[in-house]
């Protein structure tokens, strides 16, 4: 067996790890305190005298992106090496504009594309995300409306995410494992919405490679914080907001009472959305 070989994480637990290495899963320690998660490359060592696909992480390479959440100001990372965020958006349990808001925010300031999957449709009357599809497709977000259950529409979410890392993100229970399980085939048990514990809920961050895609699926993606993005960054995840504050005719305009503030004038003549203006307030102004 070769001496050092590299991987990516592909599931991690609290203390170990799987990672993906030549086409073998090799069950890993991590050699000191190195911080990692799933969809990090690593540098493996097989294990000597132990089974035969243990080993140990010696290094992790260097990442193209990442994924952080916080909590109580502490920053922690949730994944890496991602080219897109699937935001997960249902009617029940609901999903509100904040939240979608939020993570686009999220995904701007990471460098990482995000998008829309209107999801359960199989629920719902026709058009029910009509103002939700008006909104974000108008600022340029490329949207899907799908049942991951009833597998409906999910020829074209399936080219879109081709080549791809991508990370679904959503409430609990908005269908990011059934969505999972849809396009690899796997079977990953789903959250039992009748029971309140949740007992199939997600637990453990994976990551699944059909070939095709890459999908992670992972707890650490619902209750969401961005204490680690500055309030000055957030207008970036705002890209029409951000366009028209460069008209505003102070530099540091405060855009809510403000003279001469261009993007308050956008919100009245209904070029920018006012869920979207409202939740940039909320957010950039968030202690
Ligand atoms: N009707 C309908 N139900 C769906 C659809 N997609 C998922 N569900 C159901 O919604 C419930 C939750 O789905 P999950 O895939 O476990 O949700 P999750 O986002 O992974 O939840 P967590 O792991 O707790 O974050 C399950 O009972 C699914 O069967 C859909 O398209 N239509
Ligand atoms: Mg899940
Ligand atoms: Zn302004």
């Known amino acids: 067996?070769?001496?050092?070989?590299?991987?990516?994480?592909?599931?991690?637990?609290?203390?170990?790890?799987?990672?993906?290495?030549?086409?073998?899963?090799?069950?890993?320690?991590?050699?000191?305190?190195?911080?990692?998660?799933?969809?990090?490359?690593?540098?493996?060592?097989?294990?000597?005298?132990?089974?035969?696909?243990?080993?140990?992480?010696?290094?992790?390479?260097?990442?193209?992106?990442v994924l952080y959440k916080s909590k109580e100001n502490v920053k922690k990372p949730i994944a890496s090496n991602?080219?897109?965020?699937?935001?997960?958006?249902?009617?029940?349990?609901?999903?509100?504009?904040?939240?979608?808001?939020?993570?686009?925010?999220?995904?701007?300031?990471?460098?990482?594309?995000?998008?829309?999957i209107f999801n359960k449709i199989d629920a719902l009357e026709e058009n029910a995300f009509s103002k939700e599809q008006s909104i974000y497709k108008n600022i340029g977000i490329k949207t899907f409306e799908i049942s991951a259950k009833l597998l409906t529409n999910l020829n074209c979410l399936e080219k879109f995410l081709a080549k791809k890392t991508t990370i679904f993100v959503g409430n609990s229970g908005s269908g990011k494992s059934t969505l999972t399980s849809a396009?690899?085939?796997?079977?990953?048990?789903?959250?039992?919405?009748?029971?309140?514990?949740?007992?199939?809920?997600?637990?453990?961050?994976?990551?699944?490679?059909?070939?095709?895609?890459?999908?992670?699926?992972?707890p650490g993606v619902r209750d969401i914080n961005l204490d680690h993005l500055t309030p000055n960054k957030i207008i970036f995840g705002f890209s029409e907001i951000y366009r028209f504050s460069?008209?505003?005719?102070?530099?540091?305009?405060?855009?809510?009472?403000?003279?001469?503030?261009?993007?308050?004038?956008?919100?009245?003549?209904?070029?920018?959305?006012?869920?979207r203006y409202n939740n940039f307030i909320v957010l950039s102004q968030r202690k």
Request: aromatic share 6%; with cysteine; charged share 20%.
């Open 1 to 65: 067996m070769l001496k050092v070989q590299t991987g990516q994480i592909v599931e991690f637990y609290s203390n170990s790890c799987l990672v993906l290495a030549n086409g073998n899963n090799f069950k890993c320690k991590i050699q000191g305190r190195i911080n990692l998660v799933v969809g990090d490359f690593v540098e493996i060592e097989p294990l000597v005298g132990a089974d035969y696909f243990e080993a140990l992480v010696k290094k992790r390479l260097d990442r193209s992106s």
């Open 183 to 218: 396009m690899t085939g796997k079977e990953i048990l789903s959250r039992d919405l009748s029971n309140n514990q949740g007992v199939h809920t997600t637990s453990v961050s994976t990551l699944y490679n059909t070939g095709e895609m890459q999908l992670i699926d992972s």
């Open 246 to 275: 460069s008209k505003c005719e102070f530099p540091n305009c405060n855009h809510i009472n403000d003279r001469g503030c261009a993007v308050i004038e956008a919100v009245k003549n209904g070029e920018i959305e006012e869920s």
């Open 82 to 116: 991602i080219s897109h965020i699937g935001i997960l958006v249902t009617k029940s349990p609901k999903t509100s504009l904040e939240f979608i808001d939020k993570w686009i925010a999220i995904s701007i300031n990471a460098s990482i594309e995000p998008f829309i």
